[in-house]
């Protein structure tokens, strides 16, 4: 804290005595200025206490005093000192009670003691306070840097708390409390994750004080890189003072460094990553299995799914990166440049990973080339992750929201698989990705699509285009009036070639349904009675309905 009024009436050699405002010897002293102008508020930015002889002001005159008075108290001087001796052998009664109107500190500063000796204590006391605070702050790194060494995160989260006698919390890049303490303060830090997302938007470093009912918050990115992956937050009653900015400080320079040497950490796994899945995909498990270690061994131990991941939208152009690199949003590497779209995966790498640390699960994530490949515990947490993903994206696309980069994507996902057969799931992805495309959808399971219909495959355009051009002879005929050869030969394909029962949907006699065959025939130039004839002819006449084509 500064000098006060009250250790300056304290200071012995001073020799100060109070006239007015005793109550108020507790306001802070931030300098001591000397004026005898009339109106030196001008010159003043609050907090002093002005010394004066009043040469110039009549301070006998209550009509020249209390205007006076006034404009300093509302100047928010600290207090008046009056200099006994020089102007007036005394304090006059005007100035003393204009003071008490106006709650003015009134201090009588005696002949014997100059002003030159009151600026200096004045002075002395404010650099003392610097030091002091200096010191704390120096003291205040120590122990934090002690913890965070020592205990980590959560050690380094506990001091500064108990310093800032509030508390605090750090999240990681999704807006999750990481870290809180005391523990009550876990369930007050989770109500600031939407302020968290917003601050993640912004370029690093970046700040923001939040007004909360409780307390005052403030919001710290952390990291270097142009997006932080990370953010501290501190609640406290009131502003921070000097040495509790220090601690602030602090604590964001040591999170700071933890931030990147977990980015270090993360880039060097992805290479791994990147390797251990070179080796699987190359049918080379057990090489695969001695490179992931303990790493990645346990996802190798364990049934696994393969999930490749693509960008729909031609605008949201990742970055460029090479096959299998492990660089990019997967590494945490920040490469974003002027020329390039937002990199459409940054959400997703947050959130798998977010979700495997939580559930203490591992993952891989590697990029390839313009697709993201992941391989998760199957049932776990990063699994789940996806699926709710997925459906919130879905969701959003089915009531019109607006298209974002986050939700133009299309993931594959394999069946349960292992180090064995990761060629055969990674083909899986593959075809489940292009169903998803296909559908516009955001999540397809290769296990759906098998257990599904083919149907739904057949709205295609190149499907739709075979099947018109296959049955474009048929609907010419039958559009002259001459037939109705397409229904005829829709019936007879749907019972199997059994003329009786054909003839009987249809309402003709089995040998005019002969007849029609014959002409499907002629005009065709292809005999139904082979298998795979009939079969394009059944799959044409499909896809023509199921797309509302001309069938």
């Not at 299995?289 to 960008?311: C, E, Q, T």
Request: aromatic content about 4%.
């Amino acid at each position: 804290m500064p000098p006060t009024l009250a250790s300056l009436v304290h200071h012995s050699a001073l020799k100060l005595t109070v006239l007015a405002g005793a109550d108020r010897l507790d306001t802070p002293v931030r300098w001591a200025h000397v004026s005898e102008l009339i109106d030196p508020v001008p010159y003043m930015n609050g907090g002093e206490l002005l010394l004066t002889t009043s040469l110039t002001l009549d301070a006998e005159n209550p009509e020249e005093v209390l205007p006076y008075v006034r404009r300093l108290a509302r100047a928010g001087v600290a207090g008046l000192g009056f200099g006994r001796g020089v102007n007036y052998d005394g304090v006059p009664a005007a100035l003393v009670a204009a003071a008490e109107a106006e709650s003015l500190p009134l201090l009588e500063v005696p002949r014997r003691t100059p002003f030159l000796a009151i600026t200096k204590a004045v002075s002395a006391a404010i650099a003392a306070e610097q030091y002091r605070a200096v010191t704390a702050g120096f003291a205040a790194q120590r122990e934090l840097t002690r913890q965070a060494l020592g205990e980590g995160p959560e050690g380094l989260i506990g001091a500064l708390a108990a310093q800032l006698n509030g508390w605090a919390a750090v999240y990681d890049a999704s807006g999750a409390v990481v870290a809180a303490a005391p523990e009550w303060a876990a369930r007050r830090a989770a109500r600031l994750t939407p302020d968290v997302r917003r601050l993640r938007d912004r370029p690093a470093p970046a700040s923001a004080v939040v007004a909360a009912a409780e307390d005052r918050v403030e919001l710290h990115s952390l990291g270097t890189a142009r997006h932080p992956r990370a953010a501290l937050a501190v609640g406290t009653e009131s502003t921070l003072g000097t040495v509790e900015r220090y601690s602030v400080h602090a604590a964001i320079s040591l999170l700071t460094l933890t931030t990147e040497r977990s980015r270090a950490f993360r880039a060097a796994e992805q290479r791994i990553g990147a390797a251990v899945l070179g080796m699987l995909l190359a049918g080379e498990s057990g090489h695969a299995r001695a490179a992931a270690g303990d790493l990645y061994g346990a996802l190798l131990d364990a049934p696994f799914r393969l999930a490749i991941v693509a960008a729909t939208s031609p605008a949201s152009r990742p970055h460029a990166s090479s096959p299998a690199s492990g660089t990019g949003a997967a590494s945490g590497e920040d490469t974003v440049t002027p020329e390039l779209a937002p990199d459409p995966f940054a959400a997703m790498v947050d959130l798998v990973e977010t979700a495997a640390a939580r559930a203490g699960e591992p993952v891989l994530v590697v990029r390839e080339g313009e697709r993201l490949v992941l391989l998760a515990v199957d049932q776990g947490a990063v699994a789940d992750a996806c699926a709710t993903y997925a459906g919130e994206s879905d969701r959003a696309r089915d009531a019109g929201a607006k298209s974002t980069p986050e939700s133009t994507l299309a993931i594959g996902l394999s069946a349960p698989s292992g180090p064995v057969a990761a060629v055969t799931a990674y083909k899986q992805a593959e075809q489940a990705l292009s169903v998803a495309r296909r559908r516009g959808r955001t999540l397809v399971e290769h296990e759906d699509v098998a257990a599904g219909s083919v149907l739904p495959l057949l709205a295609d355009d190149a499907v739709r285009a075979f099947a018109d051009g296959l049955l474009r002879a048929l609907h010419d005929h039958d559009a002259t009036g001459r037939g109705d050869l397409v229904a005829s030969l829709r019936a007879w394909l749907a019972h199997h070639g059994q003329w009786d029962a054909a003839a009987a949907e249809l309402g003709v006699h089995r040998h005019t349904l002969r007849y029609r065959m014959r002409r499907v025939e002629e005009i065709l130039g292809r005999s139904l009675d082979d298998p795979d004839v009939r079969m394009e002819l059944w799959l044409a006449l499909k896809a023509t309905t199921a797309t509302g084509g001309v069938a």
